[in-house]
């Protein structure tokens, strides 16, 4: 069996500026860097990766990578993988597990979303509801695991059932990028858009309000402190925005003059003054002050879709 591994950061690389020069394709994976240390390792080269996902069945961790070629699985830490997915679901955007039962697992990929309940051996089309193919992301409620949010080109969809059926919420603008779920109010939602900024609910995404002073631009990426007392938004050309109560107010903390895009936001669960955000083009960048000064950190010329610490 595996020995245990030291807590690590990881960080999904989709493409790099260099990726098309000699040796670029070892530039994109699923890269970890363990804490205290400077240096990232790239566990799965030459796979395109938007997103991640981790488990513990029981018996041993699992790394999951949602990869251009598929869904991929690691029991051993990233030293060995497996490819758990057919043509059918070839290009993987998110992955999703349960957080109770890891055999269920959900991806989202650019022809829907598809299920699996033997933990990846076989899958299903779980689309009943959608009125488009593309979703973009997919995620589980963390108190009713049978309630899961995709957010489609065309809506944000949610479902009551595991997947059996999806209805369309009235968030009132198009273009929903990214999903964020209170870490303490769980009835709290916020959705980051193409064209108008943050969206937030308080009653789990039955109405939804525009914020203050993000209510426009692109938002890529929400993230927050482990009790939700500050929250973080980024994306195109926006810098990065913190809200204090629950969404309904933004302030502009970094104007990130250099960074054409934020796609991911990383707060430290056991010191909030320290955070990441993996950025387009430039890897990631590093603050130990709450965000308000940042160094380069890694990475340089990546495309950084996700950003996530395990165990």
């Not at 829907?112 to 299903?124: H, I, L, M, T, Y």
């Not at 089309?125 to 049978?146: L, P, S």
């Amino acid at each position: 069996m595996p020995q245990p591994q030291p807590a690590g950061i990881y960080a999904a690389v989709y493409i790099t500026s260099e990726s098309t020069g000699v040796g670029g394709l070892s530039k994109i994976g699923l890269f970890r860097r363990i804490e205290g240390d400077s240096a990232w390792v790239n566990l799965r080269p030459n796979t395109i990766t938007p997103g991640m996902g981790f488990s513990n069945n029981g018996v041993r961790q699992q790394l999951y990578l949602a990869g251009g070629n598929g869904l991929h699985r690691s029991t051993d830490w990233g030293a060995t993988w497996k490819v758990l997915t057919g043509w059918q679901t070839k290009e993987v955007l998110s992955v999703a597990i349960h957080p109770v039962n890891p055999g269920i697992l959900y991806i989202s990929t650019p022809f829907g979303v598809f299920k699996s309940e033997d933990g990846g051996a076989q899958w299903r089309e779980a689309m009943k509801g959608f009125r488009t193919w593309y979703v973009r992301q997919v995620k589980i409620d963390a108190d009713q695991h049978d309630w899961l949010y995709a957010t489609g080109e065309d809506a944000l969809y949610a479902t009551r059932d595991g997947g059996e059926s999806w209805t369309a919420m009235s968030v009132g603008v198009p273009g929903i990028k990214t999903l964020f779920q209170h870490p303490v109010d769980r009835n709290i939602l916020l959705v980051g858009t193409e064209d108008h900024g943050v969206r937030y609910s308080v009653d789990r995404g039955k109405t939804w309000l525009v914020p203050e002073g993000l209510a426009s631009s692109a938002v890529y990426a929400i993230a927050s402190t482990r009790d939700g007392s500050q929250i973080y938004a980024g994306g195109f050309r926006t810098g990065l925005w913190r809200s204090g109560d629950r969404g309904r107010s933004w302030t502009h903390v970094w104007p990130a003059d250099e960074i054409e895009a934020i796609y991911a936001i990383f707060v430290h669960p056991k010191n909030s003054a320290h955070m990441l955000v993996g950025t387009n083009g430039k890897g990631v960048f590093d603050s130990v002050d709450g965000g308000y000064t940042w160094r380069q950190a890694g990475l340089p010329f990546a495309h950084v879709k996700e950003i996530q610490r395990y165990p």
